[in-house]
Nanobody, 126 residues
Framework: QVQLVESGGGLVQAGGSLRLSCAASGRTFSDAVMGWFRQAPGKEREFVAG????????NYSDSVKGRFTVSGDNAKNTVYLQMNSLRPEDTAVYYC???????????????????WGQGTQVTVSS
């Protein structure tokens, strides 16, 4: 089994920055796709960004492109989400997700991912 633990959430003013971390433990991946999702109250969970561990393939939603950066540290089994120029509409619970295996894409669909973290709250005040 794989455990994903997010950290780094908090309260920030609009225009500020946060860096989220997602540490994977348990059965380690030889390769995987790691994704970041978010869910605001009353809304569906949506894809934010993702990365392939060894392929380096990146994918971003249009709403965060140019502001957020996803990266990974294979040695630490950790994936990061650097969030800059934050907006009130970025307020949500942010989740890390993973799918083991070597994939040539980073899908945005929640159904693709098999492991999920518990989430970390990000609140952006105006």
């Amino acid at each position: 089994q794989v455990q994903l633990v997010e950290s780094g959430g908090g309260l920030v003013q609009a225009g500020g920055s946060l860096r989220l971390s997602c540490a994977a433990s348990g059965r380690t991946f030889s390769d995987a796709v790691m994704g970041w999702f978010r869910q605001a109250p009353g809304k569906e969970r949506e894809f934010v960004a993702g990365i392939g561990w060894s392929s380096g393939i990146l994918n971003y939603s249009d709403s965060v492109k140019g502001r957020f950066t996803v990266s990974g540290d294979n040695a630490k089994n950790t994936v990061y989400l650097q969030m800059n120029s934050l907006r009130p509409e970025d307020t949500a619970v942010y989740y890390c997700a993973a799918r083991a295996g070597l994939w040539g894409v980073v899908p945005p669909a929640t159904t693709f991912y098999e492991y999920w973290g518990q989430g970390t709250q990000v609140t952006v005040s105006s």
